[in-house]
């Protein structure tokens, strides 16, 4: 048994907690022991004073976040073995330790029993990411688990929460904590990327997209692409290596624009398929004249961050859905996204079916997708499920 300081939980409501959902509302405590401070390690107890977790505290409306249901110290043993088991998962379903892709995720917070933390390897580098202000006061105990566990697998583990955490300290927030290499070419399915690890977006790529831009890869031979938000340009590449006639990429971002740019160049140096164009998606789908495209990706970033912003999400999604419709070709293949985790694989669906509607065309469902192995989702915790597409073919 642990000695960390109580929070005990108001009458029946231990329930989801018995059930291994990983977090404790904020109304459903009913005291505290005194000198609580945010991001430390408490010990969760029932009404009745009986063991329930043991977890990270924080002010807000997730107001623990469990890291064991044992009773157990929060030490370089438990980091390790979470690492370990981390790792032995991707290990055991080929994801690790692959020659032709050395860019996986290796924690995805609950999905790997970590709440608050995301790693994401890029060849010899992690980039870890705290999502609590637990996880940030444990950083270098959990980098130096990290290290040890993954061995002569990476070198170089670098720290980037400065746009997760509900606060800003001084300059803690970003930094090598160990090693501090440069080189930032990583390898997802033999196709090489720049992660820009210092600035770029979540950890420098979405490696939650691999598994489809390789589907894309499929659609791709003699295609004339669009790929909406193009961000790094991941989907770009792998219709150009798919056969694809033309690529153009999009994204608001000039900056986005120019990694797309530089990451073509490194994999088709000289490649006269590709354009990029720094625009707003709206606008540039407003403009462009019907059949131009064959195979169109829609990836925009996640319109609802919370469930407030809900409806005005699902508003935009079918929005932007709507003119993908008016303009795909006959027989088109439209790709289309939400990374929004407030917004529900039926939810999304529906924004995507009025969008279709609207247009009055033929649209069949070809694939239903999600996020990839690497980003499980634990089973008692179905908040995990974030990343939803569908594959559509539109006549
Ligand atoms: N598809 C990308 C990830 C997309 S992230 C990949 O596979 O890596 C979302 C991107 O949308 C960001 O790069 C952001 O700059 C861009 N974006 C946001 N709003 C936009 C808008 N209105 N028009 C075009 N791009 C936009």
């Known amino acids: 048994m642990n000695n960390y300081k109580q929070i005990r939980l108001r009458k029946g409501k231990d329930e989801s907690l018995r059930r291994f ?3 404790v509302f904020s109304g459903a405590i009913q005291s505290m022991d005194e000198g609580i401070e945010e991001g430390d390690v408490v010990r969760v107890v029932t009404f009745s004073g009986d063991f329930i977790a043991v977890g990270h ?24 073995s979470r690492f370990r088991s981390a790792l032995q998962m991707r290990l055991d379903i080929g994801i690790a330790d692959n020659l032709q892709n050395n860019t996986y995720r290796l924690v995805h917070g609950e999905g790997d029993h970590l709440p608050g933390l995301i790693v994401d390897v890029y060849g010899k580098t992690a980039v870890m990411q705290a999502h609590s202000i637990g996880m940030h006061l444990c950083r270098k105990q959990i980098a130096k688990a990290l290290a040890g566990v993954m061995g002569s697998r990476i070198a170089n583990i670098y720290y980037k929460s400065e746009t997760t955490l509900p606060f800003m300290t001084a300059d803690d927030m970003s930094g090598f904590l160990v090693g501090g290499s440069e080189d930032n070419i990583a390898t997802e399915n033999g196709l090489k990327f720049r992660v820009d690890w210092l600035r770029g977006q979540k950890t420098g790529f979405f490696v939650d997209q691999r598994e489809n831009r390789s589907l894309l890869e499929h659609y791709s031979k003699g295609k004339r692409v669009l790929n909406m938000f193009c ?13 694809a006639q033309f690529v153009h990429s999009v994204d608001s971002s000039g900056k986005a624009v120019k990694l797309t740019e530089r990451n073509v160049e490194l994999n088709y140096p000289g490649d006269e398929r590709h ?16 059949d131009t495209y064959d195979l169109i990706i829609l990836d925009p970033p996640a319109f609802a961050k919370h469930k407030s912003a809900l409806k ?15 303009k795909i070709k006959s027989g088109g293949v439209l790709f289309t996204f939400s990374c929004s985790q407030a917004v529900s694989k039926e939810q999304f ?20 997708l999600t996020q990839p192995a690497d980003h499980p989702i634990n089973i008692y915790h179905p908040e995990g499920e974030y990343l939803k597409g569908l594959v559509l073919y539109v006549e």
């Not at 505290?57 to 390790?80: C, E, H, K, N, P």
């Not at 961000?231 to 056969?243: E, K, N, Q």
């Not at 354009?275 to 019907?290: G, N, Q, T």
């Open 349 to 368: 669906r529906l924004a995507v079916f009025s969008a279709a509607a609207q247009s009055r065309r033929k649209v069949r469902i070809l694939h239903q």
């Open 57 to 80: 505290y924080q002010q807000g409306s997730i107001a623990v976040r469990v890291l064991t249901f044992s009773d157990v110290l929060i030490d370089d043993d438990f980091w390790s």
């Open 312 to 326: 005005n999400a699902l508003i935009g999604y079918r929005k932007l859905n709507a003119k993908a419709f008016a």
């Open 275 to 290: 354009k990029a164009f720094a625009e707003d998606a709206f606008d540039f789908l407003d403009k462009v004249e019907r």
């Open 21 to 23: 959902h990983p977090w």
């Open 231 to 243: 961000y790094t340009g991941g989907f770009s590449f792998y219709a150009m290596r798919g056969g």
